[in-house]
């Protein structure tokens, strides 16, 4: 367990605006930074990073908190995960006690397989000092031409050709086998236990963060059947479609050049990284895919292809332009020569004429793509009509509408036809698209609807007493310890019976004007975050007078700190155009705060009295005597009387 004091040092430390910089490119928008979101795929940034409070939210996925909450959510980390995290990332020194066994027992299975994974990559990377993997994987490594500092940095092994060598080793350092099986790292077959990747040199595959997310492996015997690469399997950890191979290494070029390379394999990453290109990665061999190219949008909004010059590298390039394009990314692509591709050519030649290289040849995609295919429908008018469908298919999925006029600009001078045929064209192709999309969001409601129970209740309207109970959190974190003049209202009886109202000002800090007007009212949450979370916050002004907000989050259970987050990044984004039709009046915060809050407590009060109004009517009785009803129908007209003159204080007709 790690200690208080060490917990208080990294939330002391800790900047949100460096350690989300790490994971997403931010830019300066006024007193906050802004990004696109890491959890959604969306194309306008909605992730905003408050560095004066200290904390984050977005928008798009509805998540937030502050420094420690974004690196559990990003990186699926326990809490004390990702206090070590940030404490190594600052240089605190970690204290510790000692865990109780019932404690390691609770540790989550995603963990544990995090735990095995760390352990099989250094103990690959320990066999490179073996006698038989120095013969065999350091050999191997250095007839590539990676020098022992990039074999370390990129945390390279070896698979001894034993059946269960690296089984045993787990086994006898205490790793379970069912851990070693959801990893992929050993096979199981009914009493038999042998190793995945035997004989085979590794790569650990690593996070953003990282933290081994699975591992790729190489056979070096060509005369065995199996396949050359050969990656961990499919688990909790690992999803090869959301994973590029070294992004770990390359994201901090990559957010400082503002471009990203891809390349296809492992070797081709680490021989441009060890040659001076460090902003590349790779889909590992896989089929490029939208998670991907999110991964990369965090980072820069710019994608140079690198592939090689063969057929099969050439349609692998096409296939990925068209996700890159309709992500909303600037894409090139670089071939490089026959025979060639960007480790051999790396291997060969300087970091300066590899950069001069890459800028010369690197063309964008209608280029790319136009004389690919014109090489394919040479004197041929079908394939050249088929061809130019093609281009216009990829321009289509472009969302920018001036990128796409301007690519069709470029197509038509560079395949010399009319720009009005090219637009036509594509006017028909995004038609047909927005038409299928329509067609299939009809057939998803249809099937939803053929899903529905018999007499299922219809869906929630706006709960108006959670909106002012959520409305009453957030005014106690922006404006709880400011001093307010607040008009407050006595009622007096003078000699005879008129019931005289006395105005006062008073100057009143705006958490006791809250916490004495909604005690007066005995006014209980119905929400139970916003009932757990008032009276933690009353209780701390009430000793303290004010709040930090950041101390108080991480105090604080993960989703009600998420809440508090949620609430304090609403401030710049708080609509309330929809609920002035249900009668909810709450000032807007060019308002004073003083008017701001005595309007929210009188929308509360008159929430109530019409609560209890309903409850009266609903209690009446069909009586033919009258008398019976009298009571509930007086109490009805007293509280219709107090609700106008509610109305009238809050200006509204009633």
């Known amino acids: 367990m790690i200690a208080r004091t060490t917990v208080d040092a990294?939330?002391?430390?800790?900047?949100?605006?460096?350690?989300?910089?790490?994971?997403?490119q931010l830019k300066k928008s006024g007193s906050n930074f802004k990004g696109l979101s890491p959890f959604s795929d969306e194309r306008t940034p909605s992730f905003m990073v408050s560095p004066v409070k200290q904390i984050w939210k977005d928008f798009s996925s509805g998540k937030g908190g502050n420094a420690v909450t974004f690196i559990m959510e990003h990186e699926h980390f326990t809490f004390p995960e990702a206090i070590k995290y940030l404490a190594n990332k600052y240089g605190i020194e970690i204290e510790e006690t000692e865990q109780t066994d019932e404690q390691k027992q609770m540790q989550d299975e995603k963990e544990s397989m995090f735990l095995v994974s760390k352990f099989a990559s250094e103990w690959f990377a320990g066999q490179l000092k073996t006698d038989e993997g120095r013969?065999?994987?350091?050999?191997?490594?250095k007839e590539r031409g990676f020098t022992d500092e990039t074999i370390n940095y990129f945390q390279l092994g070896y698979s001894p050709e034993q059946w269960s060598a690296f089984t045993d080793a787990a086994i006898k350092a205490g790793y379970k086998v069912d851990f070693l099986e959801k990893t992929g790292l050993t096979i199981v077959k009914d009493d038999k236990q042998f190793d995945r990747f035997k004989?085979?040199?590794?790569?650990?595959?690593?996070?953003?963060?990282?933290?081994?997310?699975?591992?790729?492996?190489?056979?070096?015997?060509?005369?065995?059947?199996?396949?050359?690469?050969?990656?961990?399997?499919?688990?909790?950890?690992?999803?090869?479609?959301?994973?590029?191979y070294g992004i770990y290494e390359a994201k901090q070029a990559m957010a400082k050049e503002d471009l990203c390379y891809l390349v296809e394999g492992y070797t081709d990453v680490i021989q441009l990284y060890q040659a001076g290109i460090q902003n590349v990665v790779s889909s590992s061999g896989t089929a490029l895919t939208t998670e991907q190219i999110r991964l990369i949008s965090r980072l820069t909004k710019n994608i140079t292809?690198?592939?090689?010059?063969?057929?099969?590298?050439l349609r692998a390039a096409i296939r990925g332009i068209d996700l890159i394009l309709e992500a909303g990314m600037n894409v090139r692509v670089c071939t490089f020569p026959e025979g060639e591709d960007p480790d051999s050519f790396a291997k060969s030649h300087t970091e300066s004429e590899i950069r001069t290289f890459l800028k010369d040849n690197a063309v964008d995609f209608i280029r790319f793509k136009s004389g690919l295919l014109k090489d394919e429908a040479a004197g041929d008018p079908i394939k050249k009509a088929g061809m130019i469908r093609e281009i216009v298919q990829s321009i289509s999925k472009i969302p920018d509408e001036i990128s796409r006029e301007i690519y069709v600009q470029e197509s038509a001078a560079i395949l010399d036809i009319g720009e009005d045929v090219l637009f036509s064209t594509l006017a028909q192709m995004r038609n047909a698209e927005i038409s299928e999309v329509r067609k299939k969001n009809r057939r998803e409601q249809e099937a939803q609807t053929m899903q529905k129970v018999p007499n299922a209740p219809a869906a929630a309207v706006v709960d108006r007493r959670e909106v002012l109970e959520r409305n009453?959190?957030?005014?106690?974190?922006?404006?709880?310890?400011?001093?307010?003049?607040?008009?407050?209202?006595?009622?007096?009886?003078?000699?005879?019976?008129?019931?005289?109202?006395?105005?006062?000002?008073?100057?009143?800090?705006?958490?006791?004007?809250?916490?004495?007007?909604?005690?007066?009212?005995?006014?209980?949450?119905?929400?139970?975050?916003?009932?757990?979370?008032?009276?933690?916050?009353?209780?701390?002004?009430?000793?303290?007078?004010?709040?930090?907000?950041?101390?108080?989050?991480?105090e604080l259970e993960d989703?009600?700190?998420?809440?508090?987050?949620?609430?304090?990044?609403?401030?710049?984004?708080?609509?309330?155009?929809?609920?002035?039709e249900k009668q909810i009046f709450v000032?807007?915060?060019?308002?004073?705060?003083?008017?701001?809050?005595?309007?929210?407590?009188?929308?509360?009060?008159?929430?109530?009295?019409?609560?209890?109004?309903?409850?009266?009517?609903?209690?009446?009785?069909?009586?033919?005597?009258?008398?019976?009803?009298?009571?509930?129908?007086?109490?009805?007209?007293?509280y219709n009387k107090l609700n106008q003159h509610l109305g009238k204080r809050l200006n509204r007709v009633i």
């Open 135 to 141: 013969a065999i994987g350091y050999s191997y490594f």
């Open 472 to 554: 009453i959190i957030r005014i106690l974190l922006l404006y709880g310890d400011r001093d307010e003049e607040f008009i407050e209202e006595y009622i007096q009886e003078p000699d005879g019976n008129e019931i005289e109202v006395i105005k006062k000002k008073e100057s009143k800090p705006v958490y006791e004007k809250i916490f004495l007007d909604l005690q007066e009212d005995e006014v209980e949450f119905s929400n139970a975050y916003f009932k757990n979370l008032y009276p933690k916050l009353i209780d701390i002004f009430l000793m303290q007078g004010k709040i930090d907000v950041n101390t108080v989050m991480s």
């Open 587 to 638: 000032k807007q915060k060019d308002d004073t705060v003083a008017t701001y809050v005595t309007d929210t407590i009188l929308n509360f009060r008159r929430l109530m009295i019409a609560e209890k109004v309903k409850a009266l009517y609903s209690d009446l009785k069909p009586s033919i005597d009258e008398e019976d009803n009298l009571e509930a129908l007086t109490s009805v007209i007293d």
């Open 10 to 24: 990294v939330f002391d430390a800790a900047r949100v605006e460096e350690v989300i910089g790490d994971f997403v």
């Open 559 to 580: 989703q009600e700190a998420q809440l508090i987050a949620d609430l304090i990044m609403d401030e710049d984004r708080y609509q309330l155009s929809k609920w002035e």
């Open 199 to 244: 004989g085979r040199v590794m790569f650990p595959i690593r996070s953003m963060s990282g933290r081994v997310l699975g591992l790729g492996g190489r056979i070096l015997d060509s005369s065995k059947k199996a396949a050359k690469y050969l990656n961990s399997p499919q688990s909790e950890i690992y999803d090869k479609s959301k994973v590029l």
């Open 305 to 313: 292809v690198l592939y090689d010059g063969d057929a099969a590298g």
